[in-house]
């Protein structure tokens, strides 16, 4: 059943009238499913995407190669260009994107596995969180960044 | 982490370099969740629709306006539609769909709170299964039919 967190965000979004989707990569599909657990999520979720390959991270939400190419698809950048293109691919209010390093493969110097970008993008604001998990399993660092964007998109429908 | 049907089919889809998409209604994303909770999946799986709203079902998985309005979103129609949809969406050699009623609201006198159709698009190939769990929550609908569509998953990967 529907953690607290997303029930609130669920509720929220509700009562304002709001919507939100999600573009993930290293949740895989885990954002989507914490919000549709809630009974009544259809109200504020019409859709999202899991863009696991980049070739779908640049098809379906329109994330540019040079992107990509410069600053790899775990970065602040992509993150954005993630969160901006499904909110415009389903008409919604508030998007989110998650993209980073789950582990146990995969890392780099500088985004070591367990750091993720958590992006998003509102009417007309867009930014970026760092987040990092060090030593923490696959399955935690996924159910963290859940989390954590349950509470952005929660902040977000606040404000608007 | 990954139960084991899902890790079967991953290893399956992986030994075989075959590659699946999904389409997910009444899943809400717990598919592609499930399949990327296994490390590696990123080779078998390159990206997934959580198709929730009819307006979703129609411009992301090219679902048929008079499908819906002859035979609902919950059909077997539907689902094979939204199934080879997202094949083609994802350029994936087998797309996986649900659609259904996983309560506790919705249903109807012919298909109850508890009936999902699960389609099925491989090369050349579609079909749907009608599934109906009465009695079961929210949760345990939407994990059986996931359950459901991992195994289906399996038994086309291996017959190609």
Same mark, same amino acid.
């Given at each position: 059943m529907g953690d607290l967190i997303f029930e609130k %965000?669920?509720? *929220?979004?509700? $009562?304002?009238?709001?919507?939100?989707?999600f573009a993930e990569s290293?949740?895989?599909?885990?954002?989507?499913?914490?919000?549709?657990?809630?009974?009544?999520a259809s109200a504020v979720l019409h859709g999202g995407a899991v863009t696991?390959?980049?070739d779908v991270k640049m098809k379906l939400t329109n994330v540019k190669a040079e992107t990509i190419d410069k600053y790899t698809?775990?970065?602040?950048?992509?993150?954005?260009?993630?969160?901006?293109? %499904?909110?415009? *691919?389903?008409? $919604?209010?508030?998007?989110?994107s998650a993209t980073g390093y789950a582990g146990p493969g995969g890392g780099t110097?500088?985004?070591p596995v367990g750091t993720v970008y958590v992006g998003v993008?509102?009417?007309?604001k867009r930014t970026a969180y760092r987040l990092y998990y060090p030593d923490k399993s696959r399955d935690e660092i996924r159910h963290l960044v859940t989390a954590f964007?349950?509470?952005i998109t929660e902040c977000e429908a606040a404000r608007l």
């Open positions: %965000a669920v509720e *929220l979004l509700t $009562a304002k009238k709001l919507t939100v989707t290293c949740t895989g599909g885990l954002l989507c499913k914490s919000v549709t657990d809630v009974p009544g696991y390959s980049n698809e775990v970065s602040r950048r992509c993150a954005v260009e993630m969160a901006e293109g %499904a909110r415009q *691919l389903f008409s $919604a209010d508030i998007g989110v110097d500088e985004n993008s509102v009417r007309g964007a349950a509470y």
